[in-house]
């Protein structure tokens, strides 16, 4: 067949090949000029005004980047605005009657729910009156522990409302982890929820919620929503009130929103990091939602007409800036999902895009993985010709799973956006602009426009394009985090410590350091590779290996435990442990068992380990450090580097033996 071009997807995406992003898709794009990159870079940082300008402020900023304190930096100073009137209130006049919340429970026999802007103003407002009369007041942390309902939204928008930070705590999260996080933050409200619908399962959630409420070390008032109705006859404390009672004291109240100077904390959001202490990552009100609006309209093409469906869940930052505040703020219809994609069937997914009509969709590659090995069958069987655009986030995304994304998702029709970024960078920071640039399965793109990211060896010098390195984000951004929640000492420690001279008061001299390990191309494509601290990613959540030790160890029985990521087929990663006992034996079924509850117990059924091996020994370096990299070419099973740094090199064969007993 010589002569002729071969058309075929697989040769167009060949290793180094690269996909132009379809021309239908351009023409109507909302950013499709390249000289983008080049005024941002001259412009810069007044090129973020136009961030800015995408909200309503009550009072203009004076200073679009105070970097006088590095790197406390501070954006958009001395302007005032409110987050909820943004989200909600300015869309009213033009966009009222518009669905500005499209939620769907799981049950199939359940009537969705879909709110207007109208209707949403109306709950945020009564809402609003409820939690004040409750006590709260501006400034007070709100902690929110809700599974995907409505009210989760409408509670986070009331509050900002109220400037009212909250701090959501995933559903997903153990009582134990409320608990550190309620009291990390001094919360002393929580707005919590009876159950909800997982696989057909009406499954409880207040018991949880309450088991926490125990280890709270000081006095809360809670509010539950009722989701499950006569399914769940949920108890109620003393302390608990019911939402709905509550808000209906309230029908018809008005609250007008609190002007919010930009640089006052929107919310706070605990993530993992490598010590076993989460991590209270401090987001402000006008950087933070400059940022997800910009990014939202920039880079997922949100436009006021569009049905937009990020499926990720609320309770993670990506449902925090890409299902409620860069949408909302964009006057969109957001879908919001409730349950699983694989109820009750695995075409549920697709039916909703079917459905709804849903033109963009945001997800994460652990689902593209589980969609790829349930079959293409399952979204042939729908109408998805109303996507224009697919993301990922959270985790690489390999090019086998990219382009069955976008051959049997996008229908070769709809650019992917691979979309890199962390709960402390607020929204997204390396990826294509679809309108823009060609696609590379498997890289995330460039840095997005008036960002200076690069890829550095361990003395910070940029290394050859190919070669990995280490992510470095060399200038501050809007979206950036503050700092860690009343702790700026260990802001300074985790983020920019390694590559700043943190005595200096030059901006040039400091660094954002986002622990990723990266490659860059010639052409300044990044490929992220994954995190280089003590970080695992499960299915694109961020889980600390020392909090996970430090629950084995808590385990009776256990004398010592190290926890690594290894490589996992649907999840990107897996946990593994490996546990010294106290008598230095195998623990056998029943300690295994009570391990993994303890590990439950205190983060989650997410950080489940997928194994658990009984070692006598771990292997150390001379220094006493626990080789991680070792155990983890263990659990990958592949072939093992030098051993010769180890304090006893025969440990290896010993765990070996036990990983083969397992
Ligand atoms: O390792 C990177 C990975 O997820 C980490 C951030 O996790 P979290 O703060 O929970 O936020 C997740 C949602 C933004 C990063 O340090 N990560 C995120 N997106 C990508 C990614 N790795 C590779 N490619 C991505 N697109």
Redesign the pocket.
């Known amino acids: 067949m010589s002569g002729e071009t071969d058309h075929s997807m697989e040769a167009r995406t060949a290793q180094g090949d690269e996909l132009e992003p379809p021309a239908s898709f351009v023409e109507q794009a909302n950013v499709t000029d390249p000289g983008i990159y080049d005024e941002f870079a001259e412009n810069w940082p007044e090129c973020w005004e136009q961030a800015a300008d995408l909200l309503d402020w009550d009072s203009d900023y004076d200073t679009v980047l105070d970097d006088s304190n590095p790197p406390f930096y501070e954006w958009f100073t001395g302007g005032e605005l409110n987050a909820s009137y943004n989200a909600v209130d300015r869309h009213l006049d033009e966009r009222g009657d518009e669905t500005a919340i499209e939620w769907i429970g799981e049950p199939t026999d359940e009537a969705n729910r879909s709110y207007t802007y109208r209707e949403l103003h109306r709950e945020v407002n009564e809402a609003a009156a409820a939690l004040r009369d409750l006590g709260v007041g501006e400034d007070d942390v709100v902690t929110m522990y809700m599974p995907m309902v409505p009210e989760l939204p409408i509670a986070m928008l009331a509050c900002a409302r109220i400037g009212a930070p909250h701090s959501v705590v995933f559903a997903g999260f153990s009582a134990d982890a409320l608990a550190t996080r309620m009291n990390a933050a001094d919360s002393e409200y929580l707005v919590t929820c009876d159950g909800y619908y997982r696989r057909g399962d009406a499954l409880e959630h207040k018991a949880k919620a309450d088991d926490g409420l125990a280890s709270v070390d000081h006095d809360v008032t809670s509010v539950v929503v009722d989701r499950l109705g006569d399914d769940y006859d949920h108890p109620m404390r003393d302390d608990d009130v019911d939402y709905d009672a509550l808000v209906d004291e309230h029908t018809g109240a008005d609250v007008d929103p609190v002007s919010r100077d930009a640089e006052d904390m929107l919310f706070l959001m605990y993530?993992s990091g490598t010590t076993g202490e989460p991590k209270g990552v401090k987001h402000t009100t006008g950087g933070y939602l400059s940022w997800v609006t910009w990014t939202s309209q920039a880079v997922l093409d949100v436009k006021p007409e569009d049905t937009y469906w990020c499926s990720a869940d609320i309770g993670?930052?990506?449902g925090h800036s890409y299902i409620v505040y860069g949408p909302l703020s964009l006057g969109t219809t957001t879908v919001m999902y409730e349950g699983t994609p694989d109820y009750p069937d695995k075409d549920r997914m697709w039916e909703i895009v079917d459905e709804y009509e849903t033109t963009q969709l945001y997800t994460a590659p652990t689902a593209i993985r589980a969609f790829m090995k349930w079959g293409e069958q399952y979204p042939a069987e729908h109408d998805l010709s109303s996507l224009r655009l697919l993301g990922?986030?959270?985790?690489?995304i390999n090019p086998k799973a990219w382009k069955w994304y976008y051959e049997h998702v996008g229908g070769e029709d709809c650019p992917v956006v691979?979309?890199?970024?962390?709960?402390e960078t607020g929204g997204m920071m390396i990826t294509t602009l679809p309108g823009v640039g060609e696609m590379k399965p498997g890289a995330?793109g460039p840095p997005l426009p008036g960002l200076d990211v690069n890829v550095v060896d361990g003395s910070g010098q940029p290394v050859d394009a190919g070669d990995a390195g280490y992510l470095t984000v060399d200038r501050p951004w809007p979206g950036m985090l503050r700092t860690l929640y009343q702790n700026d000492e260990r802001y300074v420690q985790e983020y920019w410590a390694e590559y700043s001279d943190t005595d200096s008061d030059d901006p040039d001299d400091w660094t954002y350091f986002?622990?990723?390990g990266a490659k860059i191309d010639d052409d300044g494509y990044i490929t992220?590779l994954?995190?280089v601290d003590d970080v695992i990613?499960v299915s694109?959540h961020?889980l600390g290996t020392m909090e996970i030790e430090s629950a084995i160890v808590g385990v009776e029985g256990v004398a010592e435990a190290a926890v690594v990521g290894g490589n996992h087929p649907v999840k990107g990663e897996a946990v593994h442990a490996f546990v010294i006992t106290e008598d230095h034996a195998d623990g056998g079924e029943e300690l295994r068992e009570r391990i993994i509850q303890g590990v439950e117990d205190a983060i989650g059924p997410i950080a489940r380990p997928e194994s658990v091996v009984f070692t006598p020994e771990l292997p150390k370096t001379r220094s006493g450090k626990i080789m991680r990299r070792l155990l983890e070419d263990i659990a990958n099973g592949d072939d093992l580097g030098t051993t010769s740094t180890l304090r006893n090199p025969d440990v290896v064969d010993d765990i070996q033996a036990a990983v083969e007993g397992e």
Do not use: K
């Open positions: 993530t993670w930052i990506t990922t986030v959270g985790e690489p691979d979309t890199w970024w962390q709960t995330a986002p622990e990723d992220v994954g995190r990613n694109g961020r």
